[in-house]
């Protein structure tokens, strides 16, 4: 969800509410400490990973962040968003499918009665540094 | 804006309230301010005495077997330079959950609640499906029986926290600013204030957004989505993430049915398509209808 308030980005990013906008002040705090610790100032690449079930818009994310890295030690690093397909298991034949959006019934025996198996994730996966 | 401090940046962000008091927020924000010092200072090696600044300029006086000497130098360190051809590439495989901090804090709060016996309800939904009505006639009817404990989310004002107020029963407003959910750190702050009592039914009433607030575990024991036969049968489908991370659905205004579109089978299919675990109840808060078995739900989750 965007609410903007601003009548410009810069000034938006203070005052507008997205929970995407939470994430990517998470993950740069993560990538701060992670700089600290590793006693480097530079963060070439990170690679995140959303799955399509996690509650967060990928594009939302992408947009947040580059509103939020400025100043901080994500500034000029790549920043990669690996998508991760929604994936269910049948409770009734066991059968795994794809399930993007929640309510996709299990193609084989059309029963709703099913576990999601991946798509949840919210993951920063690796950093490069140098 | 803060009366003590003076702060209005909307970044300074949440702020806690109780009904009549009058300044409840926390003083921990930052402020845009830096301090620059430079010093000086003394200290003392054995017998010796010197002092020097913090800039590496230092004259310093020592003696070897009788004889004195003084030698004064000054260095300062201008421009290493050094040119690095190559580059040091490292790759750190991580696998970090984003939301670790606020689950970690929720597992905190979790962990207390069960400790001081404190069910925990999460009450989701849109702005302006009836959850703070829900409240106002739950408290009301069975206080009596149950004990009751409230925190309020909203962007700003008290106006809920005041209609709880009303049923005298302890409350705590959280305004979260520019914020669009409650998080676990939030309620561990308003729990510290809100003191709730051992054996007791601690309602959290998030802010009105059916989107933000899904992500957020806030340590409750069961999450309630509600909504009003007024919205759209389909907003499980719409808003399939908050369906799914709920345990009980109410749907309320039931007493409009009449009036409206709103077909309640169907958005009770939609829903289970979501969460077959999904249990549901069916009531008007404002006439009572269907009350009676939300309210045997709390007690029997009270025990």
């Keep these: 969800m965007i609410c903007w308030q601003g009548n410009n980005y810069r000034e938006s990013v203070k005052i507008y509410s997205m929970h995407e906008l939470s994430i990517a002040t998470s993950i740069i705090e993560f990538a701060e400490e992670f700089a600290t610790e590793h006693k480097t100032e530079k963060i070439k690449r990170i690679e995140l990973e959303v799955g399509q079930l996690s509650g967060v818009v990928t594009e939302s994310l992408k947009f947040a962040l580059e509103l939020a890295v400025k100043d901080t030690v994500l500034e000029s690093t790549e920043i990669i968003i690996n998508e991760v397909t929604g994936k269910s298991i049948c409770n009734n034949c066991n059968k795994e499918f794809e399930n993007p959006d929640w309510y996709t019934p299990c193609p084989a025996c059309q029963s709703i009665d099913s576990e999601i198996v991946s798509g949840k994730e919210l993951h920063i996966k690796s950093i490069i540094t140098g | ?303």
């Design chain 2, 1 to 303: 804006m803060c009366d003590t401090c003076g702060c209005n940046d909307p970044n300074a962000g949440v702020s806690y309230h109780k009904p009549g008091e009058e300044h409840t927020h926390e003083h921990s924000h930052e402020h845009g301010h830096e301090h620059h010092y430079s010093h000086e200072h003394e200290h003392h090696h054995g017998d010796e005495h010197h002092s020097h600044h913090h800039e590496h300029s230092y004259s310093h006086e020592h003696s070897h077997d009788g004889h004195t000497h003084n030698h004064d130098h000054n260095h300062e360190h201008t421009d290493h330079s050094y040119q690095h051809e190559h580059t040091h590439e490292k790759e750190f495989k991580i696998e970090h959950d984003i939301l670790n901090k606020n689950n970690m804090l929720a597992e905190r709060n979790r962990g207390y609640f069960e400790a001081k016996k404190i069910k925990a309800i999460n009450l989701v939904s849109s702005p302006g499906s009836g959850k703070t009505t829900l409240l106002e006639k739950t408290i009301a009817a069975q206080k009596d029986k149950l004990s009751f404990f409230v925190i309020e989310g909203d962007q700003q004002t008290m106006n809920d926290a005041d209609r709880i107020h009303a049923t005298r029963v302890p409350v705590i407003q959280i305004n979260t600013g520019s914020g669009c959910h409650l998080d676990a750190e939030m309620i561990n702050k308003a729990v510290k204030q809100l003191d709730v009592s051992d054996n007791s039914i601690l309602l959290i009433e998030n802010v009105g957004n059916l989107v933000c607030p899904a992500m957020f575990d806030l340590g409750e024991s069961h999450r309630v989505v509600v909504i009003s036969v007024t919205e759209g049968d389909d907003k499980p489908l719409k808003y399939p993430h908050m369906f799914h991370s709920s345990d009980i659905c109410i749907i309320n205004k039931t007493d409009l049915l009449p009036y409206v579109d709103f077909n309640v089978e169907k958005a009770k299919e939609y829903a289970l398509r979501i969460n077959h675990h999904l249990e549901f109840f069916e009531l008007s808060a404002k006439t009572g209808q269907g009350m009676d078995a939300w309210y045997a739900w709390l007690k029997k989750n009270m025990g």
